[in-house]
């Protein structure tokens, strides 16, 4: 969803492949009703979206203790993107982000 918009994508600080971060989320996002705002997800990547080149249309919702964006959402359509893996065992509030997209209406 990043590069699809316009942003760069460079390679992360460090590789997370199979590991677990914990995340501070945008109350405000609808995949993150009723998750903690700091909670732990499944990371499994190399990359990642650089913020300066972050587009008006996109909004940050998610991010890592030191700064690392893992979730975005379009300003005006129901289009979210996340650099963490809901669907992981390491995810535990993963069920209930994919429910809440799954209950999206677009």
């Known amino acids: 969803i990043c590069e699809a918009y316009g942003m ?3 390679y992360a600080r460090k590789l997370m ?3 677990q971060s914990d995340i501070r989320t945008d109350p405000g996002c609808r995949l993150f009703a009723g998750c903690p705002d700091v909670m732990p997800v499944a990371r499994y990547h190399s990359l990642a979206a650089r913020e300066a080149s972050l587009p008006d249309c996109l909004k940050v919702t998610a991010r890592t203790k ?3 964006i893992m ?3 379009h300003k005006e359509y129901e289009v979210y993107g996340l650099q963490f893996h809901p669907e992981s065992i390491l995810t535990p509030d993963g069920e209930r982000i994919i429910r809440n997209f799954l209950r999206q209406e677009g």
Request: no cysteine.
């Open 8 to 10: 760069d994508i460079t």
């Open 17 to 19: 492949h199979g590991k």
């Open 66 to 68: 030191d700064g690392e």
């Open 71 to 73: 979730g975005v959402q």
